[in-house]
């Protein structure tokens, strides 16, 4: 007698745990403290929020399930987080709760070239400043390696107008560059 | 054909052709061999390519320099979570199992962490309904930084609640998916799927490569700094005593009011266990009994011959850290922390399942095995002074280095330097 087939239960495909967070820790931290250095200008901080933002994103309770897009989600997190002066007590706080490091010793660069290397940074500072805010998300976070896929779903644009969003982006950049060095040389 | 426009040559630069034609938003209904087919044909677009491209590598460069030049990753210490089916019923008997396992560990060290980390799994109709009634759309998506944090004794307690009731009040989705979990962090192999153990060991081997650095940079540094004079000490290699400080003062929480937090402690014949969730919102699994407590005591660093006044304890996710007050002959008191960082390795602890009560009578002796091992390589660790300062009350602070540790001392200034290194060295830990 052939036995009567039973449609077996749908079964809940995993969607919790099974994202490997180590990996995606240690592929995505540098790119999200320049990320978020170029939004708060601060390495220090840059570096804490970037430690929340992967505390949060661990934090099963927070945020319940896995995301698709593990990386996506930890710079969308830490997107709200430079955003949002009011957690900074909570950020201290929680600093000491997920990462303790040894601070890496660094080498004091020659005076001259740290001058130097300051002034860059101010000019570009100063460039990146004078873009949109849409502009200088969606640049900031092509140059953190999200695809465009990702820009459009972090940034609410429609895939189509990123590269036209980057396009002007950069142009922006470039020329914004160009007018402050052109300043400071006739200074 | 029209010119492509500078978004589409853009994306060409940007390697990003086939995700705008996979989202239909390339012109025209073009393919993107189409544009590469009339990149080789169009001199004029071609040009414009060229000039796009220098464009981008001097946006780069912008960037560039906008940027930290090197950032260093420093080391996960939460590495893992664990999905698994249960609920959150086993609260008690997960405690219970890591009470149980967890005991030789914790007897043996200063306070080794445990972490417990409870997860649910919500069907994603309930993550997009979650979402939905939190607000507007990418900000209400990354809830995380928006959500509200506990704060305070009370909100966290009720948190703790929360997070129990929400289990308990939700019968006909733990019927469907109700995977809670109380995973003892970190975790390995036997309760990853086989695919991921390979993984996960190169993570751990990563991580323990990773802790030998630090260790090796560590006896070097203080090897370095023997042969100095104090005076002549260089700022502290690994954390300024100034942050150190008002961090350990911010989370040196007494044992006692820590556990107080947790509600109603879980009684053993052998130890009492308590859960506890720290400002934050992980979840601590911490136990003492009397014995323990000395054996706590007894791996911090203190000044010999100092009669004590009591000890405090606090924890974090890679970090412990142990507070000494002590009294010293002409009655001056002193202060005595003792700071390290706690390297979490996967392969540390892991207890996720109902083990047999001989097996985590193992697991226990195997925790009582690493204590021992890491007390007995602790125990060759020199003392060597760092750095010190005044403190407005007239005593000196001073920090020293004992291996992977640190030390801060409070004393008064009528103790030198030297002496109060050798009291710590020969404090007969």
């Not at chain 2, 996710?317 to 996967?346: F, K, P, Y």
Request: proline share 6%; hydrophobic share 40%; charged share 25%.
């Amino acid at each position: 007698v052939p036995r009567p087939t039973v449609p077996r239960p749908t079964v809940p495909r995993p969607t919790v745990g099974m994202t490997d967070w180590a990996a995606v820790y240690r592929t995505t931290y540098p790119d999200l403290v320049r990320y978020l250095h170029r939004k708060v200008w601060d390495e220090e901080r840059a570096c804490d929020l970037a430690q929340e933002a992967f505390a949060r994103a661990i934090d099963g309770r927070r945020s319940p399930g896995d995301p698709a897009n593990p990386r996506a989600w930890v710079f969308r997190i830490a997107a709200n987080l430079a955003l949002d002066e009011a957690r900074l007590v909570i950020r201290r706080r929680r600093h000491l709760t997920l990462l303790r490091a040894e601070p890496v010793q660094v080498e004091e660069p020659d005076p001259v070239e740290r001058l130097e290397r300051e002034a860059r940074e101010v000019a570009a500072r100063a460039a990146l400043e004078r873009l949109s805010d849409r502009d200088r998300e969606a640049l900031l976070l092509w140059d953190a390696g999200m695809s465009y896929v990702e820009i459009a779903e972090q940034t609410g644009l429609a895939v189509g107008a990123v590269g036209t969003t980057l396009a002007r982006a950069r142009k922006r950049l470039v020329d914004a560059h160009a007018e402050l060095e052109a300043k400071h040389a006739a200074h | 054909m029209p010119h492509i426009d500078d978004g589409v040559l853009h994306a060409y630069l940007d390697g990003a052709l086939a995700a705008l034609g996979d989202a239909g938003a390339l012109p025209e209904g073009m393919a993107p061999g189409d544009v590469i087919a009339h990149l080789e044909q169009c001199a004029d677009c071609r040009s414009r390519l060229e000039l796009e491209r220098s464009t981008r590598e001097r946006a780069g460069m912008v960037l560039r320099d906008a940027g930290p030049q090197r950032v260093h990753t420093p080391p996960l210490a939460a590495t893992d979570v664990q999905r698994r089916r249960g609920s959150w019923l086993p609260l008690a008997w997960a405690a219970s199992l890591v009470l149980a396992v967890g005991a030789g560990w914790w007897g043996n060290r200063i306070g080794s962490q445990y972490v417990l980390q409870e997860q649910s799994v919500m069907e994603s109709a309930d993550l997009e309904r979650g979402d939905a009634s939190s607000g507007s759309a990418p900000r209400a998506t990354a809830a995380p930084a928006a959500a509200p944090t506990p704060d305070g004794p009370q909100t966290r307690q009720n948190a703790f609640d929360a997070a129990a009731r929400s289990h308990d009040g939700a019968p006909e989705r733990r019927a469907a998916v109700p995977e809670t979990e109380i995973v003892l962090e970190p975790t390995l192999a036997d309760t990853v799927p086989q695919s991921l153990a390979a993984r996960e060991a190169s993570v751990a081997r990563t991580q323990q490569a990773d802790a030998a650095q630090v260790a090796t940079r560590s006896a070097q540094a203080a090897a370095a700094e023997t042969s100095r004079p104090l005076a002549a000490a260089p700022p502290p290699p690994a954390v300024r005593l100034e942050t150190m400080t008002s961090e350990l003062q911010a989370h040196a929480l007494p044992y006692s009011a820590f556990s107080g937090q947790a509600g109603d402690p879980l009684i053993d014949a052998a130890v009492t266990a308590f859960v506890a969730r720290d400002s934050a919102g992980q979840v601590f699994w911490r136990e003492a009994n009397a014995q323990q407590q000395l054996a706590l005591r007894s791996q911090m660093f203190a000044l010999s011959d100092g009669a004590d006044l009591g000890f405090d304890v606090a924890l974090e996710i890679g970090t412990q850290a142990g507070r000494v007050r002590q009294r010293l002959e002409n009655d001056e008191h002193v202060e005595v922390v003792t700071w390290e960082q706690h390297q979490v390795r996967l392969d540390e602890l892991a207890v996720t399942g109902a083990a047999s009560r001989s097996e985590s009578r193992d697991s226990t002796r195997a925790g009582r095995q690493r204590g021992a091992d890491a007390q007995a390589k602790a125990a060759g660790d020199r003392v060597v002074p760092l750095s010190e300062r005044a403190l407005p009350d007239g005593r000196i602070e001073r920090l020293f280095a004992a291996g992977s540790r640190r030390i801060i001392v409070r004393a008064p200034a009528t103790l030198s330097a030297e002496q109060v290194r050798e009291r710590l060295q020969s404090s007969g830990r």
